[in-house]
């Protein structure tokens, strides 16, 4: 019943920056911790930035402190992510995660529910 649908990907230069979106169906938000996830070619998923369903509290990887925005619509159970400033090492696929009434952490085993991935491309 559960699904997430990322969207919002593409090709863009150093600098720039994408808005990237998490579409949750058979689940709220105001139950489910969310969070993203990405993993480049040939490397292991690294954890970007989760949102906590209990307060609304975040944490983000250090890499992205200052450059990725956690944002949460629970009235359209969307979930964005706002990348500024794009490195080249911000290549990856972005995945969106759930898992019912966690904390905030940046494990993928921790959560139940994942999206197909968005591709996110930073090249001049």
């Known amino acids: 019943q559960v699904q997430l649908v990322e969207s919002g990907g593409g090709l863009v230069q150093p600098g720039g920056s994408l808005r990237l979106a998490c579409e949750a169906s058979?689940?709220?938000?105001?139950?489910?911790?969310i969070a993203w996830f990405r993993q480049a070619p040939g490397k292991e998923r690294e954890g970007v930035s989760c949102?906590?369903?209990?307060?609304?509290?975040?944490q983000s990887a250090d890499s992205v402190k200052g450059r990725f925005t956690f944002s949460r619509d629970n009235r359209k159970n969307t979930v964005y992510l706002q990348i500024d400033r794009l490195k080249p090492e911000d290549t990856a696929v972005y995945y969106c995660?759930?898992?019912?009434?966690?904390?905030?952490?940046?494990?993928?085993?921790?959560?139940?529910?994942w999206g197909q991935g968005t591709q996110v491309t930073v090249s001049s």
């Open positions: 995660a759930a898992e019912f009434r966690g904390f905030c952490a940046l494990e993928a085993q921790r959560y139940d529910y």
């Open positions: 058979g689940l709220r938000l105001d139950s489910h911790t």
């Open positions: 949102i906590n369903y209990q307060d609304g509290s975040t």
